[in-house]
């Protein structure tokens, strides 16, 4: 095995790697039935499903692709930071509107409050349509993360798919959600942590330390934060972007996927949920600082200090420098954080996916009760599958030869199908007269209209959520409008 780190370092990964495992299976034992699996028996404090939260939508390719966008030669800087602002005004109304919908009755999934309102097929139409889009985006960044994994250890793309999916499918296996959440906890810590000591690294090692840092921030206008363009195709992010489509975005991603839904609905009560929702925007907007700080100091060192090949993609900046630059046992413990970020989104993924694969199709579908033990083999069963499957498409993603933009641009394409799912909540929530046919047609409307948008036109990605969440409202809207007075127009007998 020829490692690209030392010894001690792949011991503190591994090491790192199966203490996660144990974590998980020894916090998540004595699980009963499908409540304690999916939901950890509804009883998990606030503080533990804000720091869920935030680690589960902190993915391996947000740790080393943020501090790309301020190390960036063209146009880096602190602008992307602007879509955090959108982030805490969305969270805010989905606390205030979406979050009560959950609190009715006792819910498993996102996708039951859509069924109360139209009917069966549109909690299935948006079920499925979380299944195909989370389990494709989340077995791409699996293929991200063992990518790092290839390069740092020398280890062949099959074993590192496997050893990162196998750790992750047996805690969320055993533990289920509870493990999942716990385990998030661990590892926000971790890779708060693994940020923490690269700063620090980082600083110390430029001439001049933070002031040469601020100085050379200053001198290629590193700083710049706002940006008021009214341009909806500018490439770089705008206040207008980050405020309108970051709001949108987060109202869609936080307010309707199970995969943030499922960690409300494990809150002792509706207050809980709400106040780990909203926090959550402030920590992420603190911690996109942190990064976008980190990359004008790469900026900032590799402008100082030449790499011998200069760099081709932003992303990989960040992780040549925790392999090259770190101390030893530093460089391990930040390696382990790349890989906590990675193991919070994928165990969320395979747990939110089992409940609503279960609770959404295959219940209802099969039209008989179950068992509370019955619904708990199913659910690990469930979840032992999607885990197979997301390693399956990142070992073919190998094998077809994707590279990183690839990878990135279908993540956007899977990113974009929460707003038509969005429309359909509005729909529930601010019209009374509109049915589930009527919706469904707004739905798939909303879908085609946003597909055009995203490879037709130029339009920035912070707007695709605004897109395809107005569409699918108006336009379910409006056809009920037009059954109406079809209706209305029939001659009566």
Known sequence: MNLSINTIDSIIVLVYLLAVLAFGLWIGRNQRNAADYYLGGRSLPWWALLLSIVATETSTVTFLSVPSMSWATDHGDLRFLQITFGYIIGRMVVARVLLPLYFRGAPFTAYEVLESRFGKATRR??????LVTRN????????LTALVLQTVLGLDMVTCVVVLGIITILYTLVGGVKSVIWNDCVQFVIYMLGAAAAAVILIRSLPGGWEGWLQFARENEKLHLFDFDFSLVKP??????????????????????????QRYLSARRQRDAGLALVVSGLIVCVQFAVFLLLG??????????????????GDKVFAYFIVHNMPTGLTGLTLAAVFAAAMS????????????????????????????ASQLRVGRLATV?????????????GEVGATESTVMRVLAIAGFATGPVLGLYWLAVFTRGVQQTSALIGFGIGLTILT?????????????????????????????????????ARPTE
């Open 236 to 261: 770089t992010m705008t206040f207008w972007a980050g405020l309108i489509g970051g709001m949108f975005l987060t109202m869609a991603t936080h307010g309707t996927d199970q995969l943030m839904v």
């Open 136 to 143: 494709l985006s989340d077995a791409l960044r699996l293929f």
């Open 296 to 313: 004008v100091g790469l900026a900032c060192y590799y402008t100082t200090f030449p790499p011998a090949t200069p760099f081709t993609q």
């Open 125 to 130: 139409a948006a079920s499925v349509l979380f």
């Open 452 to 488: 055009g948008v995203a490879f037709g036109t130029s339009l920035s990605w912070p707007w695709y959520a605004v897109v395809g969440s107005l569409t699918t409202l108006l336009a379910g809207w409006l056809v009920q409008k037009i059954v109406d007075a079809r209706q209305s």
């Open 385 to 397: 599958l999607f885990g197979i499957l997301q390693m399956a498409i990142a070992l073919v993603s």
């Open 345 to 372: 989104t994928l165990s969320s993924s395979l747990n939110s996916s089992a409940s609503a694969l279960v609770s959404d199709l295959y219940l209802p579908l099969r039209g008989e009760e179950l068992s509370p």
